[in-house]
């Protein structure tokens, strides 16, 4: 049988619109938790200049106040994902057992986000941040003047950090106009085809290949609007995770306004989340002062 031109793009565009159905139908966790940044370079510097100085009443010349900057690179990898499609099958017709993987190589386009994303928190206690400490630290530098300088203040974003047991929850601070994390994209994922048999694919594997390309990247924003806790989660230690950030304040003292609003757990501790902000009366029959507190997000990509 030979395999005309215009099968072979017919197969091209079928799995196209296979792969975009998969896509639309993944559902996706990773935008409660990161800001998606739009890059156009091989890396993007953030220079984080810390908080803006507050207004002052307007008497005669600007006070112009320099700030400290944070040289924070993210670079973009090349990521990719192809399945080979064997001339045979197409002889045979047989295409419809590619259906299922292709539509999953959609859903995968989005999972790997959620799957970068999430590891982020995982890997916090190692992974430097802005300011040059691990994210999650004992030891981030809040400096006694605006400008960066002056004496530091060694502030903590760990609850309870001589325990290191039990499997981690998170507390974070999605509010803002930056969440804690950073998904950066260059190149949107693309699907591609080789169906030219003339390709060196086809002759010497008699396969014509399908697959996806995307750089991206993932990164740290602010660390203040995140805290970890291995030690059980339980009132006291989920209370003084809200404190904790409440508390936080920027270069020169000023408050930072930081409002947590959502409790990130793994599935082993759905339940515990769900007893400290998603019940309106304790075991004990009084009110949870902590109901709705914060949203419940349980998710798989914690492990």
Same mark, same amino acid.
């Given at each position: 049988?030979?395999? +005309?031109?215009?099968?072979?793009?017919?197969?091209?565009?079928?799995?196209? +619109?296979?792969?975009?159905?998969?896509?639309?139908?993944?559902?996706?966790?990773?935008?409660?938790?990161?800001?998606?940044?739009?890059?156009?370079?091989?890396?993007?510097?953030?220079?984080?200049?810390? +908080?803006?100085?507050?207004?002052?009443?307007?008497?005669?010349?600007?006070?112009?106040?320099?700030?400290?900057? &944070?040289?924070?690179?993210?670079?973009?990898?090349?990521?990719?994902?192809?399945?080979?499609?064997?001339?045979?099958?197409?002889?045979?017709?047989?295409?419809?057992?590619?259906? =299922?993987?292709?539509?999953?190589?959609?859903?995968?386009?989005?999972?790997?986000?959620?799957?970068?994303?999430?590891?982020?928190?995982?890997?916090?206690?190692?992974?430097?941040?802005?300011?040059?400490?691990?994210?999650?630290?004992?030891? &981030?530098?809040?400096?006694?003047? &605006?400008?960066?300088?002056?004496?530091?203040?060694?502030?903590?974003?760990?609850?309870?950090?001589?325990?290191?047991?039990?499997?981690?929850?998170?507390?974070?601070?999605?509010?803002?106009?930056?969440?804690?994390?950073?998904?950066?994209?260059?190149?949107?994922?693309?699907?591609?085809?080789?169906?030219?048999?003339?390709?060196?694919?086809?002759?010497?594997?008699?396969?014509?290949?399908?697959?996806?390309?995307?750089?991206?990247?993932?990164?740290?924003?602010?660390?203040?609007?995140?805290?970890?806790?291995?030690?059980?989660?339980?009132?006291?230690?989920?209370?003084?995770?809200?404190?904790?950030?409440?508390?936080? +304040?920027?270069?020169?003292?000023?408050?930072?306004?930081?409002?947590?609003?959502?409790?990130?757990? =793994? =599935?082993?501790?759905?339940?515990?989340?769900?007893?400290?902000?998603?019940?309106?009366?304790?075991?004990?029959?009084?009110?949870?002062?902590?109901?709705?507190?914060?949203?419940?997000?349980?998710?798989?990509?914690?492990?």
């Amino acid at each position: 049988m030979i395999i +005309k031109a215009a099968t072979l793009e017919a197969i091209r565009t079928s799995f196209s +619109k296979l792969f975009e159905q998969g896509k639309t139908a993944a559902k996706s966790q990773w935008k409660r938790i990161a800001t998606y940044v739009k890059s156009n370079a091989a890396s993007n510097t953030y220079g984080w200049l810390g +908080k803006f100085p507050r207004l002052r009443e307007w008497v005669g010349a600007r006070v112009v106040k320099d700030m400290k900057e &944070h040289a924070y690179e993210i670079s973009n990898v090349k990521y990719e994902g192809t399945v080979g499609v064997d001339r045979a099958d197409i002889e045979r017709d047989n295409l419809g057992t590619y259906r =299922p993987i292709v539509l999953a190589m959609g859903q995968e386009a989005n999972d790997h986000v959620d799957r970068n994303v999430f590891a982020l928190l995982a890997a916090g206690l190692t992974a430097l941040c802005y300011d040059g400490q691990p994210f999650f630290d004992t030891e &981030h530098p809040v400096y006694a003047e &605006h400008d960066g300088t002056g004496a530091a203040t060694l502030v903590s974003n760990i609850i309870n950090p001589l325990v290191t047991a039990g499997p981690a929850w998170y507390l974070l601070a999605t509010g803002m106009v930056l969440k804690p994390f950073i998904f950066q994209e260059e190149r949107e994922p693309e699907f591609q085809s080789i169906i030219d048999p003339k390709q060196d694919t086809v002759f010497m594997l008699d396969q014509y290949l399908h697959g996806v390309r995307t750089l991206r990247s993932f990164g740290y924003g602010f660390w203040q609007q995140a805290i970890i806790c291995r030690d059980a989660l339980n009132e006291a230690n989920f209370e003084a995770g809200l404190l904790a950030m409440q508390g936080f +304040k920027a270069d020169g003292g000023d408050p930072l306004g930081i409002t947590p609003d959502l409790l990130v757990v =793994p =599935p082993s501790l759905r339940s515990d989340g769900l007893s400290i902000v998603g019940v309106e009366r304790l075991a004990s029959g009084a009110s949870n002062p902590n109901y709705k507190a914060a949203e419940l997000l349980v998710t798989p990509w914690l492990g």
